[in-house]
């Protein structure tokens, strides 16, 4: 491809677990691959319908802070959802960007989103296309297992992200939306709930837990009360799947999230609800969290609820 | 026909074939994975078979677990259905640089390195499921004298291709990746491979093992 024809952006600062993500890959879990897919749905799904993409389009997810993009091609533009600050550089001058809103770029123009704010994830796109290679129908970067474009890794500096579509009927939208966030995290309680001594049972539904800076794309890791297992330390090894809280043989909860090991052999206390499976992942290390017990018919109405209020505000975009 | 199913959480039916791990439980597991996996149901997300259960998360958008289970419980296998069992040969290489922990295994054990190996590689191993990392295969049954417990503190790199024993089993660390097993050598082989998309997986639930012992030219002349 002849420069001049490109379009493209330049990573002049990579960020921090900067990939590209889309809703994930499918029916790979016996094999040990697990789903990946953009840990905040809600937030992708926006995106996507703030720039008028395809459902399942490429975005660029990032972590605390997001990367330095320097823009090169004709007049497109892009989107941020998420909590996210970011300035915007032009010959202009330079703007303080919002969240949810579409601004245009031109050549040789730049993003810098500076972080995510009381949050974690953040999502980057354009009103078009990402050049990116499928595995097993998925762009999804999957660092663990170095499965993805890019060879599974994260972005790194100097990188150079193509741009293979613009959408030139597209026209510029905006959301008001200030995020959602959530106090108590609701739960089910796991196949291996009476693994654990009644005191232990009852210290996890009324003390906190504080999330620790172990925590990334495959599991966050919690300190608090220690729970204490009066069966067996280990269960023979079977299927996870995300949302899964177990309990180490030190009596900590880890919870798994989207690129999480596909098989475990830890004692699951409990599983986070669907329903707040996006809040949950936005939660920063230092916060403290509540678990709620409720039923599987309660979780599956929530998770209805939850579906609508998305709905409903990709609705409100105009 | 499936008798016991449980939810686990609010996307996943959990389909309890037993409390015991051995093969013939395994081999029903293994069974009802194909067989669902062939009925290609709309809405099924992931199927994951281990020793003695079968996991299988869904679309919440098209499921509820209720209706799910009605469906999924219904399903026979025919009596005659039987498993199709492949043959894979595994090169595996003990030399010193690779059996991590053989002087850990002749300590718990109370048997010199050569019986060890030589009981290793006399048998054929089944493989109970796949999956932690990508392509991770959970063979077993290791003879009654050769189990033993994991790692006190488990290793936070087990080198790519290492071969591992604890308790009945035996596995191979497909990728680079933090784990327990007591490493007795190293396979040059690649078990897993990305960039083929249809199947990855050297090793399938069902597929019986023979690891053959090379020497490390050997080792070194399949890595080229």
């Known amino acids: 491809m002849k420069s001049k024809d490109r379009n493209y952006f330049k990573i002049l600062r990579a960020g921090i677990n900067t990939t590209y993500q889309d809703l994930g890959r499918n029916n790979l879990y016996h094999i040990g691959i697990p789903f990946s897919g953009a840990m905040d749905k809600r937030n992708f799904q926006l995106l996507n319908s703030l720039l008028q993409n395809d459902y399942n389009s490429p975005v660029i997810e990032f972590a605390y802070q997001g990367p330095h993009l320097k823009y090169f091609g004709k007049d497109i533009f892009f989107c941020i959802s998420g909590n996210v600050s970011f300035k915007i550089i032009t010959k202009e001058g330079v703007i303080d960007g919002n969240s949810y809103q579409c601004y245009l770029l031109k050549n040789g123009d730049e993003v810098d989103i500076h972080s995510t704010n009381k949050s974690v994830y953040g999502y ?6 990402f050049g990116v290679d499928y595995y097993w129908g998925s762009c999804s970067i999957n660092t663990q297992a170095q499965i993805g474009p890019n060879n599974g890794n994260k972005f790194s500096k100097d990188l150079e992200i193509e741009i293979i579509d613009i959408n030139n009927s597209f026209n510029k939208r905006k959301l008001d939306y200030l995020g ?28 906190s837990f504080k999330i620790t800076k172990l925590s990334d794309r495959m599991g966050m890791r919690l300190e608090g009360p220690k729970i204490e297992n009066i069966v067996d330390p280990n269960i023979k090894s079977e299927g996870l799947v995300k949302g899964v809280i177990q309990i180490t043989s030190a009596g900590d909860p880890i919870i798994m999230l989207s690129d999480h090991g596909t098989i475990g052999g830890y004692p699951k206390i409990a599983t986070v609800i669907s329903a707040d499976y996006d809040r949950l992942v936005q939660l920063t290390p230092g916060s403290n969290i509540k678990f709620k017990d409720v039923s599987l018919e309660d979780a599956e109405t929530l998770y209805k609820l939850y579906q609508m209020e998305t709905n409903n505000l990709i609705s409100q975009i105009k | 026909m499936i008798k016991n199913i449980l939810n686990l959480g609010d996307a996943a039916l959990y389909c309890d074939f037993g409390s015991d791990v ?3 439980i395994n081999s029903n597991v293994i069974k009802y994975f194909y067989r669902i ?45 039987k498993l199709e069992k492949n043959l894979i040969k595994i090169p595996v290489c003990c030399d010193n640089n690779f059996a991590l922990d ?5 300590n718990k054990l109370k048997l010199k390195s050569e019986i060890i190996l030589e009981k290793f590689f006399s048998k054929n191993y089944f493989c109970y499921m796949t999956g932690f990392v990508a392509g991770m295969p959970f063979l077993g049954d290791l003879n009654q004298e050769m189990r033993l417990k994991r790692l006190e503190t488990p290793r936070v790199k087990v080198p790519k291709g290492s071969v591992g024993i604890t308790e009945q089993f035996c596995n191979i660390y497909t990728f680079e990746t933090p784990g327990g097993w007591n490493i007795l050598g ?10 083929n998309q249809s199947n ?13 012992r090379i020497t490390l030219d050997q080792y070194n002349e399949i890595k080229r």
């Open chain 2, 186 to 195: 190293n396979t040059p082989q690649n078990i897993f491979d990305t960039s």
């Open chain 2, 22 to 24: 051995n093969q013939e």
């Open chain 2, 200 to 212: 990855p997986n050297l090793v399938n639930p069902g597929d019986t093992i023979k690891f053959y």
């Open chain 2, 102 to 106: 053989i002087k850990r295994v002749e």
């Open chain 2, 37 to 81: 996996k062939k009925l290609n149901l709309r809405g099924i997300t992931n199927l994951t078979p281990s020793y003695n259960k079968l996991i299988i998360s869904y679309d919440l958008n098209i499921h509820s677990f209720l209706s799910l289970k009605k469906k999924i419980e219904n399903i026979e296998i025919k009596e005659n259905n």
């Open chain 1, 180 to 207: 959602s966030t959530i106090e108590n995290i609701r739960v089910i309680k796991g196949t291996n709930y009476d693994y654990f001594s009644e005191s232990s049972q009852n210290k996890f539904f009324k003390e």
């Open chain 1, 124 to 129: 980057f796109s354009i009103n078009g296309t």
